[in-house]
């Protein structure tokens, strides 16, 4: 084995269907009195419930949590915390309310209790996202980290099927980028195993049957274990394409991923087998890890072409030219032709070979 560094990050998890049943004892486990509940328009009813659950520790409803956490949004939010005296705040949604959290602790210090309702593993990095005049900045710091998460699949049987596959697809890209991350361990390399076994388990079950709790549960648990993997170890060439696309040609966070996933599995291959047969394994599909993963979106469903999910053909060249800019580490060197090529088949849709 090689050497290795290793670090625990340390959040506390409450796992289980129902057990938004114990989110006052997780409040006053956290010292807090004051709680500023955050969500997006969409959510507020779930907002509205996790304040009747913890009556007067509830300072308000902040409602305006939006995709990349504009700047905007996070100034209103920190303003509400001051305001109503919060000194904690729970954010009950996906990626965009947790990331409205985060914004609020970078500044503020305040804790957060994550309830998080979508796959894409946010509450347990510390890595945020601000999003000023158009440009995404992402950036790690432990004071974003939830101190505590809630995880209770009763609360996402209400996603879409067609947000619960990319979503879970999101989840996958974090477990598979961390399994040949520059700083990879054998720890996360378990994590990452697991976290992809039990996510491509659960979307063909909760794609036949959304409101199966079994399935739910399999897949909050793989969320777990990807976002886990996300947040120790460093994400390279998928997550920097991901972040182009999506910060820069303002494509959905989660289809991006899903679309992008497969082709950049395919670019590593060759200088990553090992790790790759590992993917394949994980997923069903041991020989291809790449045509794998694009047939796991295709049959349930998701897309697999940006030319379906409002990418440009003519911005392809822009796009190539920001993601070979300042690149994340990878294991294959980054090369603007193949790049190019990459993000050509990703448009078009063409199933890639690992
Ligand atoms: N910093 C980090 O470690 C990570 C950050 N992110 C960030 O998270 C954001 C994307 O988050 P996502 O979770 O993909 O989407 P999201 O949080 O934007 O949610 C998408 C939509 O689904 C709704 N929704 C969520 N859960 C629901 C449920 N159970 N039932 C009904 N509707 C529900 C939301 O209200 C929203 O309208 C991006 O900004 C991305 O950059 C994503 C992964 C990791
Ligand atoms: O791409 C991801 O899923 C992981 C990280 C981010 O989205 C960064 C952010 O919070 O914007």
Redesign the pocket.
Known sequence: MDAFVYTGIASRVVFGAGSLQHLEREIELLGARRALVLCTPGQRDQAERVAAIIGDRAAGIFDQAVM??PIESAREARAEAQRMGADCAIAIGG?STT?LGKAIALDSGLPILAIPTTY???EMTP???ITEAGL?K?GKDLRVLPRTVIYDPELTIGLPVGLSITSGL?AM??AAEGLYAQDTNPIMGLLAEEGLRAMSRALPALKADPADLSARSDALYGAWLCGTV?GNVG?ALH?KL??TLGGSFNLP?AEV?TVVLPHAMAYNTRAVPDVMARIGRAIGSPDDAAGGLFDLAQSQGAPVALRDIGMQEADLDRAADIAVGNPYWNPRPIERTALRQLLQDAWEGKRPKG
Do not use: D, E
């Open positions: 990349h956490v990626g990331g894409a593993g946010s890595i945020y996202g995404k992402t999101n890209a974090h996300l994400m997550h991901c972040h966070h991923h």
